[in-house]
């Protein structure tokens, strides 16, 4: 394969190939009549095991280590589940690949969406994807890693063409990685296509192994962004937009297998109302848990808005809640619309999602009142009352 074809394989620039070429020796091994270099198999896979390990945090110099010692069974692995990867259609640079010697001047990209790993569908290795009427500028690098990751080299799930269901299986490192490479390419489409939930999928393994982990490393990343350019609001967005279609397909399999619509009153007796802390945006666990309990056939309300601590009772007081949830992602939230609501309605069961010790000791004594560390201990417990009633 010419390197604009590798390129492409690997959603990188050509000159980010020709850097791992001259610094860590991973460059084309074979050559064609005039002596054209080209990349055999095993050369794009090493190159998408290196490509997989960046990605997941692993420093460049440890991941082409990784890479040029990988024996031909983890070569044949990386080939064989290679994760859809934000892929560059590069301009101005194709031929360039016919020289051996290195020219690193100036190209453009544009975002083209995904590329998944060449499978049994015939497509050409030197085809790039047609664009999806989503235009991107400047897929170079945007983003510095800001903290340690422990993500280990974990092979991603083998690539399908257009967008996934996310059903039993949980996404491995590599999908996570992607999502986050789509994110800082501000690709929607992309995003999309990663974050695709079926109606027979599971939001809370959706959410526990896909979002808030592409979530948490994004946080990690130091951005250089243009105006406009928010990685955590593409992701954010993108996430939202999975959880509303998921919701509305999993409610038109309902009521066309014979059940009752959303709003019947046999499922709005038992409703949940899911807080965020005052002052703050509804964070995107809340949605989630929305959807994972409406996955379980319960009902769930999300609270958007002012929300003060009247404001918060009058709204239990007309819904009459099963159950009342706070969401929060701040170490130290104001509890204030816990209080209110407890000491109103002292037999409502109120669960807090708290990370952060240091905030459970505000938080009011009584049997009722229950801090929850984790978004699968929230979801279960909020379950357990559910059926219990």
């Known amino acids: 394969m010419a390197v604009a074809a590798v390129a492409r394989r690997l959603g990188v620039a050509p000159a980010t190939l020709r850097t791992w070429d001259r610094r860590y020796g991973l460059g084309p091994s074979g050559r064609t009549a005039g002596s054209h270099r080209r990349y055999t198999p095993d050369d794009v896979a090493r190159l998408l ?3 997989r390990l960046t990605l ?16 031909d069974t983890e070569l044949a692995s990386a080939a064989r589940t290679a994760p859809a990867l934000p892929a560059v259609h590069v301009e ?3 031929h360039a690949d016919d020289a051996d010697g290195d020219h690193d001047d100036g190209f453009t990209e544009q975002f ?3 590329v998944g790993a060449p499978g049994g569908d015939g497509a050409d290795d030197d085809q790039a994807p047609e664009p999806e009427q989503e235009p991107r500028g400047r897929a170079r690098l945007r983003a ?3 903290g340690a990751t422990s993500a280990g080299p974990a092979a991603g799930p083998p690539a399908a063409s257009g967008p996934r269901s996310v059903s039993a299986p949980a996404p491995s490192s590599g999908r996570v990685s992607a999502l986050v490479d789509a994110a800082l390419a501000y690709s929607r489409t992309a995003c999309d296509n990663l974050l695709v939930l079926g109606p027979d999928g599971d939001p809370a393994s959706w959410w526990t192994d896909l979002v808030k982990p592409a979530w948490l490393r994004l946080s990690e990343r130091t951005v250089l962004a243009g105006p406009g350019e928010m990685p955590e609001v593409v992701l954010a967005t993108a996430a939202l937009r999975a959880l509303r279609h998921y919701t509305e397909e999993f409610e038109r399999a309902v009521v066309e297998a014979g059940g009752p619509p959303a709003n019947h009153p046999s499922r709005m007796r038992k409703i949940v ?4 802390a ?5 964070p995107l666990s809340a949605h989630a848990l929305a959807a994972a309990l409406a996955a379980q056939g319960s009902m769930a309300r999300i609270v958007t808005g002012p929300a003060s601590t009247h404001r918060s009772v009058e709204l239990v007081t007309m819904v009459r809640p099963t159950a009342v949830v706070l969401a929060t992602t701040q170490n130290k939230p104001d509890l204030d619309v816990v209080h209110a609501v407890n ?9 807090v999602g708290l990370r952060a010790d240091a905030a459970a000791s505000d938080l009011p004594f009584g049997p009722t009142v229950q801090r929850v560390r984790s978004f699968t201990g929230l979801l279960h417990e909020v379950l357990a009352v559910l059926r219990s009633r």
């Open 49 to 51: 095991v290196m490509r």
């Open 56 to 71: 997941e945090g692993v420093a460049p110099v440890d991941a082409a280590r990784a890479a040029v010692e990988a024996d």
């Open 92 to 94: 101005g640079d194709e």
């Open 112 to 114: 083209l969406g995904t």
């Open 144 to 146: 510095l890693p800001g």
């Open 273 to 276: 109302l899911v807080f965020a």
């Open 278 to 282: 005052p002052d703050e945006v509804v």
């Open 343 to 351: 000491e109103s309605y002292p037999d409502l069961p109120i669960f």
